[in-house]
């Protein structure tokens, strides 16, 4: 091989890992959360989509609910990921609740089941307190870290 081709070659996979580096930190991928950076992406995704949620089954906007639903359960996926390399067991507990609440919602919004929507509602909602009461640190108003 000649001495270009080697290099050629190894510059283009140099630029196809770099790209899924990048990919890496976008909620819903198969690796998991590199730093606390993509946490905090990722946590303002879950408070965007849990928003979105909520007022998608108060108008009964279902598709909308369904999306939010899957969504949800796919960044916890990673939040869980992230606390078991950490070896938090109350916190990947916590992110497993939350993926549990989100396929029940999703299930339940499908079903046309209301009764059962506002419970796992609820279930998703009391995960988020759980898991911050342990976890995140207030450092300024609107301004979080892991703890
Ligand atoms: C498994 C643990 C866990 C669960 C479950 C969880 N969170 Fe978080 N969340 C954290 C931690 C830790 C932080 C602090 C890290 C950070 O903000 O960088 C945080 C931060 C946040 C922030 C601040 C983001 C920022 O950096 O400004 C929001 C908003 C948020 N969470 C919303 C939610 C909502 C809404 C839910 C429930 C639907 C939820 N979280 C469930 C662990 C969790």
């Keep these: ?9 190894v510059l283009s996979a140099g630029v196809v890992f770099a790209q ?3 990919s890496t930190s976008a909620p819903g991928s198969k690796v998991p959360l590199a ?3 993509d946490y ?6 879950v408070a965007v989509q849990n928003t979105v949620l909520r007022k998608s089954v108060a108008s009964s906007s279902e598709a909308d609910a369904l999306k939010a ?17 950490r070896k938090a067991e109350d916190a990947v507990t916590a992110a497993k609740n939350a993926i549990a609440a989100a396929q029940n919602i999703g299930r339940s ?35 979080y870290r892991i703890k």
Excluded: N, P
Excluded at 1 to 9: H, L, N, Q, R
Excluded at 113 to 126: V, Y
């Design 1 to 9: 091989m000649k001495w270009w081709v080697a290099c050629a070659m």
């Design 20 to 22: 899924e580096g990048r």
């Design 109 to 143: 919004v499908a079903a046309h089941d209301t009764a059962a929507t506002t419970a796992a509602l609820q279930s998703l909602g009391s995960t988020c307190g759980a898991c911050h009461t342990a976890h995140r640190e207030r450092l300024a108003f609107d301004f």
């Design 69 to 85: 639903a899957a969504r949800l359960e796919l960044i916890f996926k990673d939040v869980q990921a992230y606390w078991e390399s």
């Design 40 to 45: 905090s992406a990722a946590m303002k995704d």
């Design 35 to 37: 730093d606390e950076e």
